[in-house]
């Protein structure tokens, strides 16, 4: 299964995901401080702290995203994209370290010392509408994931995918449409059974799912921080294209790097098939370089190594 080459809906672009995000997270802000101080659920109060962490991770890829947009210079020959991983990985520690750790703080309080909501109903509506608001961000970030593939193969896309400034979206709408169903669950069998201790066992439980969740994001993001290699269907993509010139006649090895959001850079060990001039190699070299960069865009830099089978010496 292909994971990096193929081309995202060009509508669901990482600006529009990470703006869709940085928009909702703000709406819940507001919606749930509101409801918090009028209904002292510990659960809104987590609600709010979650979608302050969101907002501040959303702001990190937010500036990731543009510095990673950065033209190459002579100290970054080759860009800057691999620095959407540093504010993407600071992201990820925030909901790990802060809404995740606070939520399940918060809820262990309220559950050894419980105390009764008030307007219960008000908090029920503003969760279903945070359901609806995150589920909808949470929806395009997973769109431009699977990038029409089966929803079937997520983990593996996930954890395999460049696209890292959307698979922190993808978490952080995940972590906000989960959290707002679990309170919202909490709270419905707090009103079943009139038991307040519910409103702090529904938002350990969210601290619990947060924890987890982030902590699988600083996985996905570690391999690409320490310079994860392209995926095996991509290199042998990559392969494939360089032996469709005539004059390859092998490719003796390749290495791969993501250096930022769909860019890699590629090695390529060719084995020509005959002795050529200079200029001769100059157009082979640009003619795989060409070949390669069509059949996989991401392949943003592209290095060639010739070697001629009648000297075996690399030129």
């Known amino acids: 299964m292909e994971v990096n080459p193929a081309k995202p809906d060009q509508h669901l672009t990482s600006k529009r995901v990470i703006i869709t995000s940085f928009t909702v997270d703000l709406l819940d802000i507001l919606l749930n ?5 009028l209904s002292g659920s510990v659960i809104m109060i987590t609600e709010f702290l979650e979608g302050i962490s969101d907002l501040i991770s959303s702001s990190f890829l937010m500036i990731g995203f543009y510095r990673a947009s950065q033209k190459a210079d002579e100290v970054h020959p080759f860009g800057y994209g691999n620095e959407v991983y540093f504010w993407n990985l600071l992201a990820a520690l925030i909901m790990f370290s802060l809404t995740s750790s606070l939520a399940f703080y918060f809820g262990l309080s309220r559950f050894l010392y419980p105390k009764p909501i008030h307007d219960v109903n008000i908090a029920l509506v503003v969760l279903f509408i945070t359901v609806i608001t995150n589920g909808y961000a949470f929806l395009l970030s997973l769109l431009r994931l699977l990038r029409r593939r089966p929803a079937r193969h997520i983990a593996r896309i996930f954890f395999r995918s460049s696209l890292v400034e959307t698979k922190t979206t993808f978490t952080l709408d995940l ?20 038991d307040q201790r519910f409103d702090g066992l529904g938002s350990m439980v969210i601290g619990i799912v947060l924890a987890i969740m982030a902590f699988g994001l600083i996985l996905g993001i570690r391999d690409l921080l320490i310079g994860k290699s392209a995926s095996k269907e991509t290199e042998d993509k990559i392969i494939s294209a360089a032996m469709e010139i005539d004059e390859v006649e092998n490719v003796l090895g390749i290495k791969t790097m993501h250096i930022g959001t769909e860019k890699l850079l590629v090695n390529l060990y ?46």
């Open 175 to 194: 972590m906000g449409t989960s959290s707002a169903i679990l309170g919202t669950l909490a709270l419905g069998i707090y009103v079943l059974t009139g």
């Open 33 to 37: 401080l509101s409801v918090a101080v």
């Open 270 to 315: 060719i084995h020509m098939n005959a002795k050529l001039g200079t200029r001769e190699l100059e157009q082979l070299v640009d003619k795989i370089e060409d070949r390669v960069k069509k059949e996989v865009p991401s392949a943003k830099y592209v290095q060639v190594e010739l070697e001629s089978t009648r000297n075996n010496s690399l030129l």
